[in-house]
């Protein structure tokens, strides 16, 4: 079976997530600011609605610039400490997914426009869209435009 690569790169404005399982659809998304990482997961993407997000926020993305998979611990605790900086500049996002722990986010690759998080619960929070709902608890990858 041929791969279907569906690139998000040349969207604008677009925020959402792709969640990872076997769909014979490959997404792909520049990453990392100047970086330029090309990163590409299997899944499905699931958009989420422009309207909540302030799009001027990301231009100062704590996030900018990086690009890696995340091995030892002090570059771990580094794109974490960002991506909670990230999330708190939109409280929207805050209230549907979560930074990752140390160990959930152990050798995974993740930067600017293709951050790692998780689907909170709705016993946690009652405000997870019904399209996340059969996710809950599952590592999906936040994107949206690159700032390159």
């Given amino acids: ?8 790169t040349d969207l604008d404005n677009f925020i959402g997530v792709i969640v990872p399982c076997k769909s014979g659809i490959w997404y792909t998304n520049q990453m990392g600011g100047s970086a330029c990482g090309d990163p590409c997961i299997e899944g499905v993407f699931i958009p989420l609605n422009g309207n909540w997000f302030n799009f001027t926020y990301l231009k100062k993305d704590p996030l900018e610039g990086h690009c890696e998979t995340l091995k030892d611990r002090d570059r771990i605790d580094l794109f974490l400490s960002r991506t909670k900086e990230f999330l708190k500049r939109f409280p929207c996002l805050e ?3 979560r930074c990752p722990t140390e160990k959930e986010i152990k050798g995974v690759f993740g930067g600017e426009a293709w951050v790692p998080l998780i689907v909170q619960t709705s016993k946690n929070v009652p405000m ?3 399209c ?5 608890g599952k590592m999906v990858y936040l994107t949206y435009p690159n700032s390159d």
């Fill in 128 to 130: 997870v869209p019904e």
């Fill in 132 to 136: 996340l709902k059969d996710f809950e």
């Fill in 95 to 97: 209230d549907v997914l």
């Fill in 1 to 8: 079976m041929k791969k279907t690569t569906v690139s998000l």
